[in-house]
């Protein structure tokens, strides 16, 4: 959950509403698409956190006013907008965490990978400056195809000589989020007791829900095992369609990014028991990539859950052994279009 941030301490005697105005961290944040659908919401979520001192927002056009319009909520971090690629260097020096979710999102009748066109470059770029700049930091990839933008970057950064695998992350939250609202809701489970881990990659069949390992226990007929899995995978395809032509998936996206940039925080800033699903480097299948429960520490990728991928009933096991194909090949078309460039 996004710990007690939105809460805590939101109560004064007077009723009004305060959010975090005490620091309790200082770790700088910068996010690259920062005036985008997603940017924008996820901008302000980030703005609440008070493990955050500085909130560096990048776009190749019209942050200023974001930037100038957050800048005026009293949290703590100060908030600073950077535009172009001429000041791209200067959002990412001294940055802890960077969250990229730069690049076109989908319409109607597409395919994730219809993007990889324009996103692809867009990543390679970015990440390039991150190299250069601020190699040291957690870098989480939004943009999508994340099944192929996550390996470019991690390409780049090998080809700069700083590629740290503990430290890329591909955001999945969002399929973890959608899972535990659908199941609470079909279960009439309580929501915020409600945990779904989601492992493969972001798209299509490639996302499994492993319900079995739903948390708290709960059991589930064959039919709804079938219609959970389906929806959580095309919960993607619902709100692009419900948007009709407007873009994808930002509100509950930025919401989900929000989670994870404050649990990469807290692991950050030393707690000890941070635990997230994300798309990363991995040997606990025979994919480079993989998404899977992790736990977060100070470096990074501190442990993988092996536990998580045993015990899988059999219509698991199958969706997993089917994904793979695909997987694999959003994967290597990745690396390639990274290799390519060179
Ligand atoms: P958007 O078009 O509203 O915003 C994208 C922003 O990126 C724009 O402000 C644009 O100016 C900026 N941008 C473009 N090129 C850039 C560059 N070179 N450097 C910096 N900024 C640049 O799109 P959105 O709805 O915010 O979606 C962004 C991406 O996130 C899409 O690729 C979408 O598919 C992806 N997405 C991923 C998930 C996920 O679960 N991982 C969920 C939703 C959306
Ligand atoms: C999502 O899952 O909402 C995102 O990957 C955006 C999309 O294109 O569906």
């Known amino acids: 959950a996004l710990r007690a941030s939105f809460a805590s301490k939101a109560h004064s005697k007077d009723r009004t509403i305060r959010y975090n105005l005490q620091p309790q961290a200082s770790f700088r944040v910068a996010v690259l698409g920062a005036a985008g659908g997603i940017g924008q919401p996820l901008a302000l979520l980030i703005k609440m956190s008070p493990l955050v001192s500085d909130l560096h927002l990048y776009d190749i056009a019209n942050v200023k006013g974001v ?10 971090s100060q908030v600073k907008d950077f535009t172009g690629a001429s000041e791209l260097a200067n959002c990412l020096k001294g940055v802890d965490v960077v969250v990229i979710p730069a690049g076109v999102p989908r319409k109607p009748g597409m395919t994730r990978d219809d993007l990889f066109n324009i996103n692809a470059g867009i990543v390679r ?15 989480h990839i939004i943009s999508n195809p994340v099944n192929s933008t996550v390996p470019i970057a991690a390409e780049v950064l090998k080809l700069k000589g700083v590629y740290d695998p503990k430290k890329l992350f591909g955001v999945t939250t969002l399929d973890v989020v959608r899972a535990n609202t659908f199941v609470a809701q079909r279960k009439n489970l309580k929501l915020i007791d409600v ?23 709960a059991s589930f007929t064959d039919q709804e095992i079938e219609e959970l899995t389906v929806r ?18 930002t ?9 994870f940039v404050e649990s990469s925080l807290r692991a950050l800033d030393g707690d000890g028991d941070v635990y997230e699903c994300s798309f990363v480097q991995s040997d606990l299948t025979d994919l480079p990539f993989f998404a899977s429960r992790i736990k977060l520490g100070r470096k990074g990728v501190e442990a993988f859950i092996p536990s ?3 015990g899988l009933t059999e219509y698991e096991q199958k969706a997993l052994e089917a994904l793979k194909p ?5 994967i290597e078309k990745g690396i390639a279009f990274a290799q390519k460039q060179t």
Not at 67 to 76: E, I, Q, V, Y
Not at 201 to 215: D, E, M, Q, R
Not at 251 to 259: D, E, N, T, V
Not at 326 to 330: D, G, I, P
């Open 326 to 330: 695909e997987l694999k090949a959003s």
């Open 67 to 76: 930037a100038a319009d957050l800048s005026h909520c009293n949290t703590p």
């Open 195 to 217: 945990d779904v881990p989601v492992v493969g990659g972001h798209a299509g069949i490639t996302i499994l829900p492993l319900l079995s390992k739903t948390k708290p226990s």
């Open 308 to 310: 998580d991928l045993q």
């Open 251 to 259: 509100l509950s996206m930025a919401y989900a990014a929000a989670r």
């Open 232 to 249: 959580i995978q095309n919960a993607g395809t619902e709100v692009v369609e419900a948007k009709a032509g407007a873009g994808s998936a």
């Open 125 to 139: 770029d970015l990440v390039s400056a991150v190299a250069d700049n601020c190699p040291g930091a957690f870098i």
